[in-house]
């Protein structure tokens, strides 16, 4: 190749090619990338702009003004107006509220290291942080405290078990009732006992003990108080020692393969229990567990029992033979709430109240009246052990239980109205209390699947549709949701989601939508909180093991073998 006069050699050629062709190549790549780049960029913006919608909150009503893209991620909802209330406008109150919410912290500084006569504990199964939240806007707004919410200390308890991460009832009850970590299914066993394990529970050196142990054991009075059956998981937790909570009765013994007199039922141990004959308070439901199969209840449902005893009359005897001994007041048996009312807590050293076959019923579900209160219930116990406690004080345990069975439905306008029904309860007996004597913890066992999502309005119904936006199939969606449960089937079908403005939310036994399908809704592993007042309750703020509640309320009573606040002063 020549150019002009003078020859090119080929090799300078092909050299000058093979550099525009690399120049090329590295434009095109950057050009390309700077592309990609940008698009990338714009996804993230956009990406982060549907993370963080605005468009529902400010929309004119002018259809030119809205993309596409909006208009797929907000859905056609009914022109809203997202305003705060007229005062919350002003800086000047949310000053305010947080002013006195700092008086109130402050006076924390002034700590309450008085002995504690009295300890109350106060379970609400599966009482969430979630729940806590939605059950406000149920009651009234998003800032409604309840009554525990205003208790000075607050905490959080890790509820994981000693072999599973999501827990039941009955190895969280070990937990924060005899201050052990147990195996799931399992009460008041140390993690050395499996489940079904009949030979395990038959090995004392397994057995732990609860507050109601250490309590007695000090002298004073104790019982308890819940809204399921008496021989369920969590009631179940301050006097019995078995590896099955299923085991309810000697029948649900048997028919696991095993012999009732080697391993006896929960029922069997709470009438002839080294704990459970020494409480003087026993209410909730659950007669059939205490009755033989060859007769019905006061309300014509069947016993269970196959042994042909009837505990209800050992219990009975039981208690007058000891007064008939050592004198003292009697033993009442009541069975539905007039005569819980009627009780005369002046003559009455054992109470032992039996309101159902089964569970008691929502209290929604009980229109008539003819079940107690968890407030009525607590109400006659706290007569009861104030009367038999003496100097030496009394150890009540209460459990809002029915909180949990309406998730596990996935009903949550059960489970709200519960948890109010609960919150009652913690209010009558900080009431009847004195901040200067009485411990009360508030806590939870373990949380559900249950959340709150979206970004609805301001009160805005919690039973409702959430009404800021719509989901990508065009259709609304419910501000409460869980992971899994009955709800699925409720809610899909081979078209697709249901139309949730076609269904009343607001029956009581609508079945919230869930993600995946189950028969019952599975519990949550999440932290509960711990909320406490009175004697020694600064001790119960912080983040810690689940088992270590029962170890600072015995510190603050003077109570158990552990460190105690009499040892250390």
């Known amino acids: 190749m020549a150019f002009g006069r003078?020859?090119?050699?080929?090799?300078?050629?092909?050299?000058?090619?093979?550099?525009?062709?690399?120049?090329?190549?590295?434009?095109?790549?950057?050009?390309?990338?700077?592309?990609?780049?940008?698009?990338?960029?714009?996804?993230?913006?956009?990406?982060?702009?549907?993370?963080?919608?605005?468009?529902?909150?400010?929309?004119?009503?002018?259809?030119?003004?809205?993309?596409?893209?909006?208009?797929?991620?907000?859905?056609?909802m009914p022109k809203l107006r997202f305003q705060p209330a007229d005062i919350e406008r002003h800086q000047g109150y949310w000053n305010n509220v947080a002013q006195s919410t700092l008086a109130r912290q402050l006076d924390k500084n002034q700590l309450n290291t008085n002995v504690a006569k009295n300890v109350i504990l106060f379970l609400g199964d599966g009482l969430s942080i979630p729940t806590l939240a939605?059950?406000?806007?149920?009651?009234?707004?998003?800032?409604?405290?309840?009554?525990?919410?205003?208790?000075?200390?607050?905490?959080?308890?890790?509820?994981?078990?000693?072999?599973?991460?999501?827990?039941?009832?009955?190895?969280?009850?070990?937990?924060?009732?005899?201050?052990?970590?147990?195996?799931?299914?399992?009460?008041?066993?140390?993690?050395?006992?499996?489940?079904?394990?009949?030979?395990?529970?038959?090995?004392?050196?397994?057995?732990?003990?609860?507050?109601?142990?250490w309590a007695q054991d000090y002298g004073m009075a104790t019982?308890?108080?819940?809204?399921?059956?008496?021989?369920?998981?969590?009631?179940?937790?301050?006097?019995a020692n078995t590896a099955n909570r299923n085991w309810e009765s000697d029948a649900n013994v048997r028919q696991d393969g095993f012999d009732p007199a080697v391993c006896p039922d929960i029922a069997t141990q709470l009438v002839?229990?080294?704990?459970?004959?020494?409480?003087?308070?026993?209410?909730?439901?659950?007669?059939?567990?205490?009755?033989?199969?060859?007769?019905?209840?006061?309300?014509?449902?069947?016993?269970?029992?196959t042994d042909g005893h009837d505990l209800i009359k050992h219990w009975l005897h039981q208690k007058r033979s000891a007064q008939h001994r050592k004198g003292g007041g009697g033993a009442a048996y009541v069975q539905n709430r007039d005569q819980l009312l009627k009780?005369?807590?002046?003559?009455?050293?054992?109470?032992?109240?039996l309101f159902d076959a089964n569970h008691l019923p929502y209290h929604l579900d009980d229109a008539d009246k003819v079940k107690?209160?968890?407030?009525?219930?607590?109400?006659?116990?706290?007569?009861?052990?104030?009367?038999g406690s003496h100097h030496r004080g009394y150890f009540l345990f209460v459990e809002g239980g029915r909180i949990d069975h309406g998730h596990h439905n996935t009903q949550p306008v059960r489970a709200f109205d519960e948890t109010v029904e609960f919150a009652k309860a913690v209010e009558l007996a900080r009431r009847r209390t004195s901040l200067e004597d009485t411990l009360i913890v508030v806590t939870a066992d373990h949380s559900h699947t249950m959340t709150m999502s979206g970004y609805s309005s301001r009160r805005n119904d919690i039973l409702g549709i959430n009404d800021g936006q719509q989901a990508e199939d065009s259709l609304p969606y419910a501000t409460i949701s869980y992971a899994n449960g009955p709800g699925y089937e409720r809610n899909v079908?081979?078209?697709?989601?249901?139309?949730?403005?076609?269904?009343?939310?607001?029956?009581?036994d609508y079945k919230f939508p869930s993600t995946v399908p189950l028969g019952l809704e599975t519990h949550g592993g999440d932290d509960v909180a711990v909320f406490a007042s009175g004697p020694w309750s600064h001790l119960f703020s912080g983040t810690y093991e689940q088992n270590f509640i029962p170890h600072g309320m015995a510190y603050a009573a003077c109570i158990g073998s552990g460190r105690t606040a009499c040892g250390d002063q």
């Not at 007769?295 to 269970?304: K, Q, W």
């Not at 009780?343 to 109240?353: I, P």
């Open 223 to 239: 019982g308890f108080v819940t809204n399921t059956q008496v021989t369920n998981a969590s009631p179940a937790g301050v006097y």
């Open 134 to 213: 939605a059950t406000r806007v149920f009651l009234e707004d998003e800032s409604t405290e309840l009554s525990f919410e205003k208790f000075p200390y607050v905490g959080l308890s890790k509820t994981y078990c000693a072999n599973v991460q999501v827990a039941d009832s009955a190895c969280t009850a070990t937990a924060y009732l005899a201050g052990v970590k147990a195996n799931y299914g399992t009460i008041g066993l140390s993690a050395a006992a499996t489940l079904g394990d009949c030979f395990a529970q038959n090995n004392t050196d397994f057995h732990v003990q609860s507050i109601a142990k």
């Open 493 to 508: 079908d081979h078209d697709g989601r249901l139309n949730l403005n076609q269904v009343d939310m607001h029956q009581t």
């Open 372 to 387: 107690p209160t968890l407030e009525e219930m607590v109400s006659k116990a706290l007569d009861v052990l104030e009367r």
């Open 6 to 76: 003078r020859a090119v050699p080929v090799a300078v050629v092909v050299l000058v090619w093979l550099l525009l062709g690399q120049a090329l190549i590295t434009m095109v790549v950057e050009t390309a990338a700077s592309t990609a780049g940008g698009a990338a960029g714009a996804e993230e913006e956009d990406s982060d702009q549907r993370m963080h919608p605005q468009s529902f909150l400010f929309r004119d009503g002018n259809p030119s003004t809205t993309t596409a893209r909006q208009k797929r991620s907000s859905g056609k």
């Open 343 to 353: 009780v005369d807590a002046e003559d009455t050293e054992y109470l032992l109240g």
């Open 272 to 305: 002839h229990g080294d704990v459970g004959r020494h409480l003087r308070v026993i209410m909730g439901g659950g007669r059939r567990e205490f009755l033989p199969n060859t007769s019905t209840d006061s309300e014509g449902t069947p016993g269970r029992r």
